[in-house]
């Protein structure tokens, strides 16, 4: 059974930092293409960077370049998102999800977790 669990939200200021988590489990992670998207409230899903397998190019939305980092531990089977520089328009429900290439379409998601950023 495919699971995907994020960890690591929570409540920080402005221009403070944290690191969100994505355990994986019930698939090959190593070679699966993974997401993190977020939802801020009352607004649609927003992608917010890409990481592929292999060698593993990364890609990131332009409100998050250069102040969040996508990285994987195929060892662990855990994919991560620092995120620096946190500003209020960054609070959302960050979510972790499999990309499937075949279909072109986000295969599976985790449930969530929430980041707030506020003084």
């Known amino acids: 059974q495919l699971e995907l669990v994020e960890s690591g939200g929570g409540l920080v200021q402005p221009g403070g930092s944290l690191k969100l988590s994505c355990a994986a489990s019930?698939?090959?992670?190593?070679?699966?293409?993974m997401s993190w998207v977020r939802q801020a409230p009352g607004k649609g899903l927003e992608w917010v960077s890409r990481i592929t397998s292999g060698t593993a190019p990364t890609s990131y939305a332009a409100s998050v370049q250069g102040r969040f980092t996508i990285s994987r531990d195929n060892a662990k089977n855990t994919l991560s998102l620092q995120m620096n520089s946190l500003k209020p328009e960054d609070t959302a429900v960050y979510y972790c999800?499999?990309?499937?290439?075949?279909?072109?379409?986000?295969?599976?998601w985790g449930q969530g977790t929430q980041v707030t950023v506020s003084s």
């Open positions: 019930g698939f090959t992670f190593s070679s699966a293409y």
């Open positions: 999800a499999k990309w499937d290439t075949d279909k072109r379409t986000y295969e599976y």
